[in-house]
């Protein structure tokens, strides 16, 4: 089986800073596309940012400037920090990893649990 464990939520003050982990184990033969996205009550999911297995990256305009994503492939990690917050960023950041389980078979989708984030006074 694969999880994915997502750490390093919490509360912090508007113009504050937070730096978002998620761990992939169990079996991982490849991993390609890592992503977060973040959801509110009442409101779609959205994506915030997503970053290929050779580095390329692509950000959600709102958090462009604001928000970097990275990788370590030999971790099977992928981090967001997040700087210059603002409330509007509150929400249930969730990653996503497009993770094969053994080569040659085909890739699939995996969800970490879900990391509240609340930028607030």
């Known amino acids: 089986q694969v999880q994915l464990v997502e750490s390093g939520g919490g509360l912090v003050q508007p113009g504050g800073s937070l730096r978002l982990s998620c761990a992939a184990s169990?079996?991982?033969?490849?991993?390609?596309?890592m992503s977060w996205y973040r959801q509110v009550p009442g409101k779609q999911r959205e994506l915030v940012a997503d970053i290929t297995r050779g580095g390329s990256t692509n950000y959600a305009d709102s958090v462009k400037g604001r928000f970097t994503i990275s990788r370590d492939n030999a971790k099977n990690t992928v981090y967001l920090q997040m700087n210059s917050l603002k409330p509007e960023d509150t929400a249930v950041y969730y990653c996503?990893?497009?993770?094969?389980?053994?080569?040659?078979?085909?890739?699939?989708?995996?969800w970490g649990q879900g990391s509240q984030v609340t930028v607030s006074l």
């Open positions: 169990g079996r991982v033969a490849v991993s390609r596309t």
């Open positions: 996503k990893m497009e993770i094969a389980q053994r080569l040659g078979v085909d890739f699939g989708d995996y």
